[in-house]
């Protein structure tokens, strides 16, 4: 799961097997959630999202869990490629601007 | 498409001196924002921007300035640069204030002596 703090969270999956990785967000009227996956020296790809009136979205290969009553959010990754190794955020969406907040990162490293 | 383009990629500075990061996007999006990732601090807002002449501060804003001229361009200025302004930078913009995926730039890597 995701946690501030100086080191990332890891999470080492071997390849072909799923991949879960969690969130805990902080404001409980936030009503829109995006996960990005951030591979090295590059900037945030957006993956899925989720507005709060859903608690499950899938896309292809991943899939959304939103859990409000206890304010978490996860990610699963099917079958998880060696492509899919890199630093996973989650962000939840603050005010009706639409500024979004990061989670810390977990890392995913997928071997062989 | 070009998508959100950011320049340098890449600078180094010495304490005190001040610099602009350039943000460009041809998407015409209204909405533009700017972040600094840190090493396990995830990205942080420093300013945004929710259409031509509408600025306002993020959760980091100190010692950064935007303008915003045009729909096009956003840039972030470091009037007198401290070392604790070394980063990464990324420009990101969505079509819409009010939410939705933002598109993001490849970052600018920022270091100061």
């Known amino acids: 799961g995701e946690s501030v703090g100086l080191h990332l969270p890891t999470l080492s999956v071997q390849e072909g097997d799923n991949s879960i990785i969690n969130c805990a967000y902080s404001n409980s009227a936030s009503d829109y959630f995006i996960w990005y996956k951030q591979e090295s020296g590059k900037g945030p790809q957006f993956i899925i999202d989720?507005?709060?009136?859903?608690d499950k979205r899938q896309g292809q290969r991943v899939t959304v869990l939103l859990n409000k009553t206890v304010k978490h959010l996860s990610l699963q990754i099917a079958a998880t490629q060696p492509g899919d190794s890199a630093v996973y955020f989650c962000?939840?969406?603050?005010?009706?601007?639409?500024?979004?907040?990061f989670g810390a990162g977990t890392q995913v490293v997928v071997t062989p | 498409n070009a998508g959100v383009t950011q320049t340098p990629k890449f600078q180094v500075l010495k304490t005190g001196q001040s610099m602009t990061l350039q943000c460009a996007q041809d998407m015409n999006h209204e909405y533009m924002s700017w972040y600094r990732q840190d090493p396990g601090m995830g990205l942080r807002l420093i300013h945004y921007?929710?259409?031509?002449?509408?600025?306002d501060q993020g959760e980091v804003p100190n010692g950064y300035n935007v303008s915003r001229s045009t729909t096009e361009d956003f840039p972030l200025r470091l009037l007198s640069a401290a070392p604790s302004q070394t980063s990464v930078y990324f420009c990101?913009?969505?079509?819409?204030?009010?939410?939705?995926?933002?598109?993001f730039g490849e970052g600018s890597r920022l270091t100061v002596l």
């Open positions: 989720i507005r709060s009136n859903m």
């Open positions: 990101a913009s969505r079509p819409r204030a009010g939410g939705g995926e933002l598109f």
């Open positions: 921007s929710v259409g031509a002449g509408i600025t």
């Open positions: 962000a939840e969406t603050l005010d009706s601007w639409g500024k979004l907040q």
